[in-house]
């Protein structure tokens, strides 16, 4: 019985962990969560993730909820593939960088992805150009950290890609449809462009238009 991932697409959640699972080449089943008409409110959905959020992972009767989380179960299931390093050390990095991603990385975006993804794909009016400021204000100290980090790496936590790579470069794909510039970051451009030639990557992207 194949994996069951169900899954928002336009969301970097939602997409980090369909990439991660098509580079796997896992077996899953893909359902779809139409965030538009409420589906992740309904007493089904909110059975299996009481947020009220996507992704989730159904294995048989195994359910697991957070997106990190699940890329972590999921490079498990492929341990030759070397997702989650076995050495304690490398793996400890990569968990640092995926704590990173949610403490840091994904909160200057947040602002950013609301304001001129979610609110125009919603119909939810004008964004708010404080917000925007607002994000712009935290994207660009965490970016140089970010950038830093790859100005000597080639992965996020080393010299192979890691479930922290699908953690952190997923929402650098919405950079683009939310007209968010990173010309100031040249290492995670170049990292980014390497990530999109993943076996996976480009076949899971959904990016629909925000205007």
């Known amino acids: 019985m194949p994996l069951e991932l169900y899954v928002f697409p336009p969301s970097p959640r939602s ?27 309904t007493p089904e959905y909110r ?23 699940i890329l972590q179960h999921l490079a498990s299931m492929r341990p030759e593939k070397a997702l989650m390093p076995a050495d304690p050390e490398r793996r400890a990095k990569v968990v640092q960088w995926q ?27 004008e964004e708010d150009p404080a917000e925007i400021q607002r994000g712009l204000k935290e994207l660009a100290i965490v970016g140089r950290i970010l950038d830093d980090c790859l100005a000597g790496n080639r992965f996020v936590a080393g010299p192979q890609v890691t479930v922290a790579d699908f ?30 030639k993943l076996s ?12």
Do not use: C
Not at 15 to 41: C, I, N, P, S
Not at 47 to 69: T, Y
Not at 187 to 192: A, D, G, K, P
């Open 15 to 41: 997409f980090k962990v369909l990439a991660a699972a098509t580079y796997l080449e896992l077996d899953f089943q893909k359902h779809m969560v139409d965030f538009g008409r409420g589906e992740q409110r």
């Open 47 to 69: 059975a299996i993730n009481p947020n009220g959020k996507a992704p989730v992972l159904k294995d048989g009767q195994f359910v697991l909820f957070e997106s990190n989380a």
């Open 99 to 125: 704590f990173w991603d949610l403490g840091h990385w994904e909160r200057a975006w947040v602002p950013l992805l609301f304001e001129r993804f979610v609110k125009p794909f919603f119909g939810m009016g």
């Open 167 to 196: 953690s952190l470069g997923a929402v650098v794909s919405m950079a683009g449809p939310i007209r968010v510039r990173l010309d100031d970051y040249p290492n995670i451009l170049r990292w980014h462009d390497e990530l999109t």
């Open 200 to 211: 996976g990557w480009r076949e899971s992207l959904a990016l629909p238009s925000a205007a």
